[in-house]
């Protein structure tokens, strides 16, 4: 059973408008939160990440908000550029020891110019 | 240049015919992984080490094998190959230290295999 969802396969947005993808998690323990953005033929590279302490983090065009209640995270784009277009992966971690990231399936986002 | 580097990027092979994909980080980092991503599943760790010399299970470790012997270098060892261990191989490498820590893991470029 996979911890951590993310529901959308794929989402297409138009470049200048609001990119939001979503992720849903069901292990309590996770208690740090990260986005990474993966382009072809390339590892995946950090975007931002969240403490379980906090409910949003902001780094220039990238917001990330989490709802613990909800055990539900997104990320916000504003406003989405053609360049970042990409797959999106949700990681949780739930501890130190194994610096184990606990992975989503992947979003496929499409800007449009 | 801080990176990770994996070779080989793709690699075709038959049913049992022993590999190694090999991983290497110059960023002096203490923590290692590898992670496989299958469509659907996400990446999931294979195996991890916390230093030279000390390795333990991930999520799925059935079918693999690796080692530390230098602070730099986690090859990722196939013994008996199968055809269920076709993937994407992802080795990443973290510094010591608190949760922060984890948005300094960089990951390799991803080796493609395929097991006929």
């Known amino acids: 059973d996979q911890q951590v969802k993310q529901n959308s396969p794929s989402l297409s947005v138009q470049e200048g408008r609001i990119s939001i993808l979503n992720c849903d998690y069901t292990?309590?323990?996770?208690?740090?939160f990260l986005w990474y953005k993966k382009y072809p033929a390339e590892g995946p590279t950090f975007l931002i990440s969240i403490s379980s302490i906090k409910d949003k983090n902001e780094d220039g065009r990238f917001t990330v908000f989490l709802n613990k209640s909800a055990k539900h995270l997104s990320l916000h784009i504003v406003p989405s550029q053609p360049g970042d277009s990409a797959v999106y992966f949700c990681?949780?971690?739930?501890?130190?020891?194994?610096?184990?990231?606990?992975f989503g399936s992947g979003t496929r986002l499409q800007v449009q110019p | 240049e801080a990176q990770v580097t994996q070779n080989p990027r793709y690699l075709i092979t038959v049913t049992g015919k022993k590999l190694t994909v090999t991983c290497s980080q110059n960023m002096n980092h203490e923590y290692m992984s590898w992670y496989r991503q299958d469509p659907g599943l996400g990446l999931r760790q294979i195996y991890y080490s916390m230093n030279v010399e000390v390795t333990d299970k991930g999520d799925v470790p059935e079918g693999y094998k690796v080692s530390r012997k230098e602070k730099r270098n986690f090859p990722l060892i196939l013994e008996s190959p199968s055809p269920n261990q076709t993937s994407l191989y992802f080795c990443?490498?973290?510094?010591?230290?608190?949760?922060?820590?984890?948005?300094?893991?960089?990951f390799g470029p991803g080796t493609r295999l395929t097991v006929l």
């Open positions: 990681a949780a971690s739930a501890d130190t020891g194994r610096r184990a990231l606990t």
């Open positions: 292990n309590s323990m996770f208690d740090y």
């Open positions: 990443a490498s973290t510094p010591e230290g608190g949760k922060s820590f984890l948005d300094e893991q960089f």
